[in-house]
RNA sequence: UGGAACAUAGCUUAGUUGGUAAAGCCUCCGACCGAUAAUCGGAAGACCCUUGGUUCGAGUCCAAGUGUUCCAACCA
């Protein structure tokens, strides 16, 4: 046996076939910390264009899931890529931290406030309770590969963001649209508070449910149905006119306001020929036509006909009498009226009922609010004062009974919201609470406007936020909660009006929570900042809604940081966040400036697993974060992120894991190999000009080039699948399954320093750069290794790290039409693909193995043969065959009928083995092996390479 | 129940103004043994969710339905 193989430049890296991530990923990390990696950038980036992705602050709660992990990936990979397209682009990680969540987590370990511990100690149990939850969700993120600024993210429990959550509310009511106003909560009588809706448990309870008519004020009523007429004019019936009413809750009688019928349903006045029960007189009832029969089985009446039918819509606004009170109540129209249960008209009662709340503000109701904080009729309630509602029920009923108002009553058993803590019934109360006004400065108006400014992404983003927009009531802001940022107010204690300085003494107050947090505020005397006003202004002891925490965070974070210097370019949410923080960070924005807090939204859909079911423990369907970077590492978990379409869900499951690892491994393996060719090559000294360069490495680096741009342009889309496919099919079809494949010869054979072999290492170079910082914003990790690894460049000196450059400018271009360009090439390998496929079944017939046992000839029309020709004796080279014959076919001259046509229009190919003998060396089949005294085992070409000059190359 | 979105090979994605459904991965078969737990070649693989409609012609346009996800909270 020959040595020849010590001949070759074969391929030498250390750069590790297996990536091994999962163990190798938090060495780098801990490297880059120490490096300050993050400051770099921002070092390498200081005074250039700003981007600023401002980050919406997680809940400070619980260990990540995987929708945290795309969502911080996915900001990383944006962050990442404006960076390298030069932009200075900081990132500051943010955390909701206040709120009801935390409250239940810390009432778990030290109680309630005010039972076991002070509010004051129990805000401190909450405040660490968060620190806590902030540093194991920090340290998640990091694994992920997140740069961002760890050490100072803000934490809207910072004092200055408390701080300033205060002013943002100040500058809110100096603007006008802040106003009091009542809403109906969940309610316990025991506690004398309210409750969220976390905190109500559903069991089930017996209520008295009671039929109650309304009798018309005006017996004319019975116009509004269509009345059958006769010769003795129209048939109206006889007796009192009402509308029955259905309710479980006889006790929100006092509080009614209304009755609400549906716009749409048909309703009936039914002549009842006596009275409920079988007694004889005569009523003449409304209800819903549907609910007709079992309302009159239900009252034990026999024997009723239909009047007359109607629409809710000819209702509206009719007067009934109140059934005990001296006064009237009208009907109104209401979406919420259905045909399920019931009357088909429903008792309404502002003060009692969400829903009930919603309609009566469209019309104006009195919002009466006759029930105490423990559950008792106010002083002022006739009848009732001083009853718990409760026990008022049988009251109530017999009340109605005295005004023959009482239709039916019977016991019922249904789900019911109790207590969590005491499991007593709750009720629903009105109690006063503060709103951002929608329209009395216009927020409603100048929101849409500010939304329609905005560029939303994917589009359908502007319609679902316009629409939420449109029909939302005022934003209550109250809450009354311990651990929240205080609404810094002081009220009139009778009438409820703001202090006149209170725009001033938020001020005060805001600057006293800078130094102490928010419990500066709890801790105030009133008359230290008001003096003797204290007397008479009370300070409001409600928190706000989190919402507004994270909803003012473009002024308490992006305003107040030094690193930001203009509004928010973009956010980018879950889809959810239409309704949330998309949704708060313009209301409060609109209300503070007048203008939205960002310019593009952009939101992603939501993990879910492979049979498109959302995640859930009791599914058990659950993949975490740990599971996928323990196993496979982090860089696999940003590929599989990068790789999705993300604005739809997101699918989550073994198989696509799988695939992943599968598309990693063909990534790194083609930068492995390009790298092991790149063995002993020096840019600075080694370098071929372009036009120097042969001329397939030429249409490589030029293939490049056009696929940078696109992929650059998919990174400014945000579309990050598109990088992932071109990356994988340049990889894939270009590069593997055409260029290298090619340039191995070369790159083998030829003398080590010669044109032909330089030329291609200068184009696996080139490509190497360029594909490193593709790949860094998804595969940061394995981008850095890559870096590391390549040479160091002509200009001298490479940057530490691949994230603080820019794209690789070091490709060329050529136009399309060059000679030998890329249309040239283009067809070249539909060329190739033919004779690949002729060559399999050379193969299957064991005409040959492997392509250079073969010879192959091809039969082309004058045109196409013209083309073939123009790379002359290198076609070979391209086929990777031993020898490459072409034959012009001519209408006189065709091809002999055993070639085989191809797809390729006047190409027909015929393949046999080689003739000759394979160099030893090179492999190639020739007949020249064997006639060289010197080199008996080599063909010509070789020994040019190893004793001669070295051969030419010009296109292959 | 309402509002919104989505539905194309096993997987991830392309499919322009309607004109015979593409790519990569996976799978299978083969080659190679100088990218070797790699690489190369070839092949197979799709009732484009269903049903209607418009049209000469629909993955694409329209309607209805099915499935899934998000929204409709003093949850974030």
Redesign the pocket.
């Known amino acids: 046996m020959s040595d020849?193989?010590q001949t070759?430049n074969?391929?030498a890296t250390s750069f590790a076939?297996?990536g091994n991530m999962a163990n190798r990923e938090p060495s780098m990390l801990k490297e880059w910390a120490a490096k300050d990696l993050y400051g770099k950038i921002r070092a390498a980036k200081k005074g250039k264009k700003s981007f600023i992705l401002h980050d919406g602050?997680?809940?400070a709660n619980g260990n990540i899931h995987i929708g945290h992990a795309v969502n911080k990936i996915l900001k990383d990979i944006i962050v990442k890529s404006k960076t390298l397209s030069d932009f200075n682009a900081p990132y500051v990680p943010g955390w909701?931290c206040?709120?009801?969540?935390i409250e239940l987590m810390v009432e778990k370990k030290v109680g309630k406030p005010g039972h076991k511990v002070t509010a004051s100690v129990f805000r401190e149990k909450c405040r660490e309770y968060a620190a806590k939850q902030v540093n194991g969700q920090r340290e998640d993120f990091k694994r992920l590969g997140i740069f961002a600024d760890w050490e100072k993210p803000y934490l809207t429990m910072d004092f200055h963001t408390e701080a300033n959550i205060i002013r943002a509310l100040g500058k809110i009511a100096q603007n006008g649209h802040l106003h009091q106003g009542f809403?109906p909560?969940?309610w316990c009588t025991d506690c004398g508070s309210?409750?969220?809706?976390?905190?109500v448990e559903y069991q089930d309870k017996h209520s008295p449910a009671i039929d109650v008519r309304f009798t018309a004020v005006d017996q004319s009523i019975a116009d509004k149905f269509s009345l059958p007429v006769s010769s003795q004019g129209k048939h109206e019936g006889t007796g009192e006119i009402s509308v029955v009413i259905w309710t479980t809750t006889p006790w929100t009688l006092p509080a009614n306001r209304a009755v609400s019928v549906n716009a749409d349903v048909e309703y009936t006045l039914v002549q009842c020929d006596t009275l409920p029960n079988g007694e004889a007189g005569k009523l003449r009832l409304i209800l819903a036509s549907d609910l007709v029969t079992s309302c009159m089985d239900r009252y034990g009446i026999d024997k009723y006909h239909a009047l007359g039918f109607c629409k809710g819509s000819d209702l509206e606004l009719v007067q009934l009498n109140h059934p005990f009170y001296d006064f009237t109540v009208p009907v109104i129209l209401g979406e919420h009226v259905t045909t399920e249960a019931g009357t088909g008209c429903v008792h309404t009662a502002p003060g009692h009922g969400?829903e009930d709340f919603e309609v009566g503000k469209l019309y104006n109701l009195e919002v009466a609010n006759p029930v105490g904080a423990n559950g008792v009729y106010l002083e002022d309630t006739p009848l009732f004062a001083g009853q718990h509602v409760f026990k008022a029920n049988a009251n109530v009923v017999e009340t109605l009974k005295e005004h023959g108002a009482l239709v039916h009553h019977h016991a019922l058993e249904h789900s019911y919201p109790h207590c969590w803590r005491h499991k007593t019934p709750l009720i629903f109360r009105a109690?006063p609470?503060w709103f951002i006004s929608m329209d009395n400065k216009g927020l409603r108006t100048d929101s849409l406007k500010e939304i329609e400014k905005t560029q939303w992404i994917?589009d359908?983003g502007q319609?679902?936020i316009e629409?939420?927009v449109e029909g939302r009531p005022d934003w209550?802001i109250?809450?009354?909660?311990t651990w929240g940022v205080p609404m810094a107010l002081f009220i009139h204690q009778d009438t409820g009006a703001l202090h006149p300085k209170s725009i001033e003494l938020i001020e005060v107050v805001a600057k006293r929570v800078e130094e102490k947090g928010i419990q500066a505020w709890f801790d105030l005397d009133a008359s230290e900042l008001i003096g003797d006003d204290a007397q008479e202004y009370i300070k409001v002891p409600d928190t706000l809604?989190?919402?507004f925490d994270?909803g003012t965070t473009h002024y308490s974070v992006v305003d107040a940081r030094e690193e930001f210097d203009d509004i928010a370019d973009l956010y980018l949410e879950?889809?959810?966040?239409?309704?949330?923080w998309f949704m708060s960070s313009m209301m409060s924005s609109v209300a503070m400036n007048g203008k939205a807090p960002y310019k593009q939204v952009l939101t992603h859909?939501?993990v879910?697993d492979?049979?498109?079911?959302?995640m859930s423990k009791s599914l058990g369907n659950v993949i975490t974060p740990k599971e996928i970077t323990n196993n496979l590492g982090a860089d696999i978990l940003r590929l599989w992120t990068a790789?999705?379409?993300?604005?739809?869900?997101?699918?989550a499951?073994d198989?696509?894991f799988k695939?992943q690892a599968?598309?990693y491994?063909?990534i790194r393996?083609?930068s492995?190999?390009l790298l092991?060719n790149l063995n002993g090559f020096e840019p600075a000294q080694h370098s071929v000009a372009f036009e120097d360069m042969v001329a397939l490495d030429r249409w490589v680096v030029d293939k490049a080039a056009r696929l940078q741009t696109e992929i650059i342009t998919a990174y400014n889309e945000y579309?990050f699948?598109?990088v992932?496919?071109k990356l994988?099919?340049f990889c894939?079809?270009e590069?593997?399954?055409?260029y290298?494949?090619i340039i191995?010869?070369r790159q083998?054979?030829a003398k080590a320093d010669s044109n032909a072999r330089r030329s291609c290492q200068t184009a696996m170079y080139l490509i190497a750069e360029a594909m490193t910082t593709w790949m860094a914003p998804i595969l940061s990790f394995t981008a850095q290794e890559i870096w590391q690894a390549l040479p160091t460049p002509a200009s001298g000196t490479r940057d530490e790290f691949v994230f603080t450059g820019v794209w690789f400018d070091g490709l060329a271009t050529m136009p399309d039409d060059t000679v030998l360009g890329n249309e040239y090439w283009s067809e070249l390998l539909l060329v190739r693909?033919e004779v690949?496929?002729v060559?399999?079944l050379a193969?299957?017939e064991k005409i040959v193995?492997?392509?250079l046992?073969a010879q192959v000839t091809l039969y082309a029309n004058a045109d196409l043969a013209d083309k073939l020709s123009q790379v002359g004796e290198e076609l070979r080279f391209v086929l990777?065959t031993s020898k490459a014959t072409i034959e012009v076919v001519t209408d006189s001259n065709k091809a002999p009928s055993d070639a085989i046509a191809t797809e390729v229009d006047g190409l027909w190919l015929s393949v046999a083995a080689a003739t000759g003998t394979k160099c030893?060396?090179?492999?190639h089949v020739t007949p020249d092996v064997g006639t060289h005294d010197a080199h008996p085992d080599l063909c010509g070409r070789c020994i040019i390479n190893i004793d001669g000059a070295g051969e030419q190359r010009s296109y292959a």
């Open positions: 020849y193989k070759l074969l391929p076939m297996k602050p997680p809940y909701d206040h709120g009801l969540p809403k909560v969940h309210s409750l969220a809706e976390a905190e969400v109690t609470q994917p359908w319609r679902r629409s939420m209550c109250s809450r009354q909660r809604d989190v919402w994270s879950g889809s959810d966040q239409h309704r949330g859909g939501f879910v492979s049979k498109g079911h959302k790789s999705v379409n993300y604005t739809q869900e997101i699918t499951g198989e696509i695939r599968d598309a491994r063909r393996n083609t492995r190999f092991s579309e699948h598109v992932v496919h994988m099919n894939t079809t590069l593997g399954g055409f290298l494949d191995k010869d083998y054979t693909g690949n496929r060559l399999e193969r299957k193995g492997k392509a046992e990777i030893d060396r090179c492999w």
